[in-house]
């Protein structure tokens, strides 16, 4: 091997140095490719998981039951209300009692939407109720004293103390064939009223 000068041992060395750089600079670059990569990959195998969580539930099978103009099984999107169900079935039938349900809660799968019906009125005693007549007539529990013999009921005149059906039967048809009394004391021509009976209906009854 020749002698070499200090020159010629200055460029090697340098051309020695720039070799390591050079060397020492791929590496760096390799190492910091490599965390890179594994997180571009990791973040491509990440986003499906993602997408997939953030997908909105299928749909909604739903029976709407009850007061509803079309009852029936429906198909509904998720995240719908009680009140998208009733109205899918056509809307709430007039009777219906929709303060019973909860128009704002969320559907569940599989569940039933029942509508009630409004409950009936209470008919309390002594109201109107039709007669033959079809106009509305008052019916009190206990008649007015003294009773008007021209215009009182059957029923008024059974409810007086000694006045049966038939013996309230007869006083009509006295009354319909004599075009009605003209004093209290026509009561005793009536079949099955008396002296006794009459004085009896005295204060009960007037004309």
Known sequence: ???????????????LLALIVLAAWYVSRGSAAGPAGASAAAGSDAAPAIAVQGESKGPLIVHVAGAVQHPGVYRMRAGSRVDDAVHRAGGARRRADLSALNLAAELEDGKQVLVPLRAPATVTAGAASPSAGGASTAAPATPAVPLNLNTATAEQLDQLDGIGPMTAQHIL?????????SSVEELDQVPGIGETRLAALRDKVRV
């Open 173 to 181: 048809e006295y009354r319909e064939a004599h075009n009605g009394f």
């Open 1 to 15: 091997m020749p002698d070499l000068t200090p020159r010629q041992l200055a460029v090697y060395g340098l051309a």
